[in-house]
Every structure is written in C-alpha cells, then in structure tokens.
C-alpha cells in the first residue's frame, strides 16, 4: 500500500490565488522530505529539500517567496503556490526517504492554473 | 553536466520478452545508490529496485533486476517476461553519498535520467 499520500490529488485555481499541497509520510518518520515538479513527459526536477523543523533548502532558481514549504512535523509537509500563475500549472510530486534507502514518492498534485 | 543519462527515449517489447533499459550515471563520489522507479500514465512513481555503491551483487526483485557495472557507470534495468502492464515511462535516478553533501540538508535528493517510455506490444 501506499507510503506517502498527497492531498489534493487535482487542484484547479484561479490566477493570483494561492493553493497548498499536503504530502504525508504514512507509517514512518521523515525527517526530510523533497518536492518536485513534472512537466509532461519530462523528468522530475527537484524544487526542494524540506527539513522537519527547519527552513527548507531550494534549488537553484526556485523562488523560495513563491513556493512555500513547510514541514512542521515529522509526518506531514506542505508546498504552498503562492499567488499562482498560469506558468505554474504542473504536476507537483512529494517524497520521502524511510530510514533504509528506500525513497517512496506520493501520488502527485496536478494543478492547472486558469 | 548531465549526472543521469537515459538514451533511449522509447523502447518497444513484445509480451513475454525480455527488454533492457539503459542508465549512465557520472561522480565521484564513493559512495551513492542508484534506483529505477516506474511512473504509469497515472502519475504515481512506483519504486522498483535499488542498488548501492557498495553492493557487491546486482540487485534483483522479481521481474527486475539492475545490471550494475560499476567501472562503466552504467546500471541497466532488465524486465523479464515483459506484461503489458509495464507499459509506463521508467525512470533512473541517483542519490550521491554523504561526502557530496556534507553536513547539508540536501542529503538524500534524488537526481532523475530523462526517462523511458516503455510500450509492451501483445
């Protein structure tokens, strides 16, 4: 089953609005989480590493102010689209790393900005 | 510098057949791990195997199993008695040691190829 869900799985927003994402580890501890994007038929780029209890560390050109993360618990992580444009219409992907080396990704947010 | 190659941009296998696809990895450091992970039209990433630098056999899990050549750099995937419902896009992926990231909280990221789509012919 399932080790890292998202919610909400499709989310459609008006320009200007803001829109936030949850990814949740389901049975285990993460002390890290990482947020991706997809666009079709591309590979996965990583937005940012989100650390429980601390400020997340961005990849280069991702605006930090633009895209919010939060991970106030060792379960639970946000990304917030802040004042989301067209342009950031994407497939949004969270994982998680368990304690072995396993990394298990979450179902994915598909936004559309209209 | 690419870090994850994946050359091939769509492979095509006949049900029941075997198919190989290709991974190139580039660093320097010792110590890293390298995955395959499956994402089917739904858009789910489904783990599937992984292999550590250290690992002195190739890895396997069922239907799959890594190709690991370290001196080539080079870790293939190899699906065995191909089904249909392995028609998806494949993707390898890389995670660098601690000496890359040292202290950092980027530790644990994953680098991404640029994937395979794969279709599985009855």
């Known amino acids: 089953g399932a080790v890292v869900s998202q919610h909400p799985s499709r989310v459609i927003c008006k320009s200007g609005t803001s829109v936030k994402i949850e990814c949740r580890s389901l049975?285990?501890?993460?002390?890290?989480m990482f947020w991706y994007r997809q666009f079709p038929k591309k590979s996965l780029m990583l937005m940012a590493t989100?650390?429980?209890?601390?400020?997340?560390?961005?990849e280069q050109g991702v605006e930090k102010d633009k895209f919010l993360i939060n991970h106030a618990s060792l379960t639970l992580s946000t990304l917030t689209v802040t004042s989301a444009h067209p342009e950031d219409s994407s497939f949004y992907i969270c994982?998680?790393?368990?304690?072995?080396?396993?990394?298990?990704f979450g179902p994915g947010t598909r936004l559309t900005v209209t | 510098a690419q870090k994850i190659t994946q050359t091939q941009p769509g492979m095509f296998v006949q049900e029941k057949e075997a198919v190989t696809l290709d991974c190139t990895y580039d660093?320097?450091?010792?110590?890293?791990?390298l995955f395959w992970y499956k994402q089917p039209s739904s858009g789910e990433m489904i783990f599937l195997i992984y292999?550590?630098?250290?690992?002195?056999q190739n890895a396997t899990e069922g239907r799959y199993s890594l190709n690991f050549q370290k001196a080539r750099k080079s870790a293939n995937l190899v699906i065995s008695a191909s089904q249909l419902g392995d028609s998806a896009m494949y993707f390898c992926?890389?995670?660098?040691?601690?000496?890359?990231?040292?202290?950092?909280?980027?530790?644990?990221?994953?680098?991404f190829g640029q994937g395979t789509i794969l279709t599985v012919h009855p």
């Open positions: 992926a890389m995670r660098e040691g601690t000496r890359a990231n040292a202290g950092g909280t980027s530790y644990g990221k994953l680098t």
């Open positions: 049975d285990f501890q993460a002390t890290t």
């Open positions: 994982s998680a790393r368990r304690p072995r080396n396993e990394q298990y």
């Open positions: 292999q550590g630098s250290y690992d002195q």
């Open positions: 660093t320097s450091d010792p110590s890293y791990g």
């Open positions: 989100s650390n429980e209890g601390s400020k997340a560390t961005y």
